[in-house]
């Protein structure tokens, strides 16, 4: 049986690291500690907070069970993607180039390089387009550990991460990285709180744990029915994505990050996309001209009624009477075919539609 030994993970570590894919480890599929991950699992499913991602339902045993996508598969490499940017109402992560492509491109040529040494084995690229409970591998891995933010994080690198796998058949020899799953909380967070704290929408349930039926990410990106109004008033301007609880996180101050990070392992925005967004254009934007927003990033997840809707609730957060430009964008929008539209141009147009 061909064996990915530690000389060899430590190979794969340093390329790994050249193509821009940091601190690479590995965990093998059968590792204890994945039982705690499978029991929150289905823990989070039974209760509903999935929402409207059905997918998370369909694919529960796969996750579970990930040579169910790979049979026969034994071993997951992990590693972490760093991103960055300025503050605005589109999460950091969303306004870089698509991170699926972008990751996806970097295992296919870490793959290459483990082939090449293991040629009878097979792999299969994991970005979180594919069902595998990826933030447990990491930290089992001894990528790091898992805060009270739920968000894994990277000692030096923060929890401002991405991350990537590789599912192989290789057989992982040597110690684990970590032998005691029960090293892979919080306990590096101590008392501080200020994650929990900063939530908008007090999703948090408990430290770690997440409901993200009241998460500002989930309703921007997720949420495609109406969002209540008390969690539209807290949204403020954000429209896609929420950063909140990553912004006051300690592990992700200080200039000695951008240090630690090579040139190359950033994802950068398409070029001419690293602005922030003018909203009252967004707020009637023609189908093609979203396509064109979209293209190349994350967002295009995101179908344009729905980021009609966000961009008008945001509009409609700001203080103030509306501009002329933006009650001009409400009018319009009022008469759209989509009620949610409709209703989030409506909700602005009583909050700041008066005249100056």
Not at 3 to 21: N, R
Not at 23 to 51: I, Q, S
Not at 212 to 227: F, G, K, N, V
Not at 303 to 321: H, I, K
Request: proline letters at 7%; aromatic letters at 4%.
């Amino acid at each position: 049986m061909s064996a990915l030994t530690p000389a060899l993970l430590e190979e794969l570590a340093g390329l790994a690291h050249d193509e821009g894919l940091l601190r690479l480890g590995a965990v093998r599929l059968d590792h204890p500690g994945f039982a705690p991950a499978r029991a929150r699992l289905d823990e989070h499913l039974d209760a509903g907070h999935h929402g409207e991602m059905e997918f998370m339902a369909r694919t529960r045993e796969v996750r579970k069970d990930p040579a169910r996508m790979l049979e026969g598969a034994r071993t997951v490499l992990v590693a972490a993607v760093p991103y960055r940017g300025e503050p605005g109402p589109v999460a950091r992560y969303a306004r870089s180039a698509d991170y699926h492509t972008v990751i996806h491109r970097r295992l296919d040529r870490l793959a290459e390089h483990l082939h090449a040494r293991l040629p009878k084995i097979r792999t299969l690229v994991c970005v979180d387009t594919k069902p595998l409970l990826e933030r447990a591998a990491a930290a089992l891995a001894g990528l790091g550990f898992l805060g009270k933010h739920g968000c894994l994080i990277v000692p030096g690198l923060g929890s401002t991460v991405l991350l990537g796998a590789l599912l192989c058949t290789a057989e992982l020899r040597g110690p684990d990285a970590v032998p005691d799953p029960a090293t892979v909380g919080w306990d590096a967070c101590g008392q501080c709180t200020r994650c929990l704290d900063a939530c908008p929408t007090a999703a948090f349930v408990t430290p770690g744990q997440l409901d993200p039926r009241r998460c500002i990410s989930y309703l921007t990106i997720e949420h495609r029915r109406a969002i209540e109004p008390a969690l539209a008033d807290a949204m403020g301007e954000r429209i896609a994505g929420c950063d909140a609880c990553q912004e006051v996180c300690p592990y992700n101050g200080g200039r000695e990050r951008e240090a630690r990070v090579p040139a190359a392992a950033w994802i950068e925005p398409p070029p001419g996309r690293d602005r922030a967004p003018d909203l009252v254009e967004l707020a009637n934007v023609a189908s093609a001209r979203y396509r064109s927003f979209v293209k190349h990033t994350a967002l295009r997840r995101i179908p344009r009624r729905s980021m009609r809707r966000n961009v008008l609730l945001a509009l409609g957060n700001r203080e103030g009477p509306a501009t002329d430009a933006e009650r001009e964008a409400a009018r319009r929008a009022a008469e759209d075919e989509d009620p949610q539209v409709r209703a989030a141009a409506r909700r602005l147009l009583d909050r700041r539609g008066r005249s100056r």
